[in-house]
């Protein structure tokens, strides 16, 4: 009986000894090895197209890469280990942060190197190096970067709901980050400087076109490409018009000519104001009623409260027209309306009109595509 059980065992241990070991994945060996984020080769989530981390929170790996291995590239683990801290999915996650900025490139397979960004960030050599590089990055970040665009130059609204409802509806965040994304985009506009405090409301600062000097790196945004790709999917027609509301007198008047009608044309529509173009025999109010209902969306010009704007403005407001909000100032902005998006310029800027003919194009194109953004009210229940 022993010599049976002594066979057995020693058969079992023979079985043991010829069982072949898995052999480990490429992904898992490579994972294991600091090449691939644990999050990402486990497959479990899609990737976030924006970064999970404000541009402040992701900063510490690029510098210790910086500082401890003096700039040479490495492996996300050996990343993780200069900056004193385990490697882990969450760090992988925060690579992959920083690479969104562009404060890491990638220059092989699993393998990343810091950029001049943080540099310029760890080890500004003038006054404005840190903030300009920060906004630089900000600016690469895919969807915060389009966000900001879209809310250049205007207040972010009260009740950042809305702000999230902009992201997910326009801008494709899923539902169920929207939160995220919100608190990222905050964050990282707060660490680039591109929110100032007018009385209690947050505006986003428009830094299109203006390098704080000659010698700025910060990257100018293309307004060009940045309204194609609001106009994507909007069908726009020459014979469409907007109707302009605004002051005839100097100086505001002669904005018309040279800001709103480049701006209107530019959007790919037909300006027209009740003055210049609609004016004849009969009735101006029956043809300002015409020329308000036949447009297709409207600007507002709304600096010095002129009466006969707010008029015209009430009436688009009863005809729920999408209506384009512009001002110099925001007292001069209604406050029944200050829900509705406004565009802010200020005349101290040595380039607003230039920035003010780029937002307002974008500004009418995006009232078409989404015009629950530009209409005073909702449609009341039946």
Known sequence: MAEVEESANVSSSNHQATVPKKKKSKKRRRRRAGKVPHDAAAGKRTPLAFPKHAISKCLRIPQAILEQNAGKECTYREGAKFAGIGYTGDIGV??????????????????????????????????????????????NAPVISDVYKHYRGENLPDDLTFLGNTARD????????????????????????????VGDKRRVIDITHTPSDSDSKIAVISTEDHLRKVAKGVTLDSSQTCFVMMPFAEPTGGYYTSLYEPAIRKAGLTPVRADTDIFGTGKIIDQIWAGINNAR??????????????????????????????????????????????????????????????KVAENIVSAIKNPQEAIMFEKPAA
């Open 297 to 358: 969306v409207l600007v507002a010009e709304l600096t010095g409260r002129n009466p006969n704007v707010l008029y015209e403005l009430g009436i688009a407001h009863a005809l729920r027209k999408p209506v384009v909000l512009v001002s110099s100032n925001e007292g001069d902005v209604p406050f029944d309306v200050r829900h509705v998006r406004v565009i802010y310029y200020q005349m101290s800027d040595p380039f607003w009109g230039e920035k003010l003919i780029a």
């Open 170 to 197: 326009t801008f494709n965040v899923p539902p169920d980050r929207v939160g995220d994304f919100v608190a990222v985009f905050i964050e990282s506009l707060t660490d680039a400087e591109l929110l100032e405090s």
């Open 94 to 139: 925060e690579i992959s942060s920083a690479l969104k900025y562009g404060l890491l490139e990638r220059v092989g397979t699993g393998t990343v190197r810091p950029t001049d960004l943080v540099r310029r960030i760890t080890r500004p050599q003038k006054p404005n190096d840190r903030r300009d590089a920060i906004r630089e990055g900000v600016l």
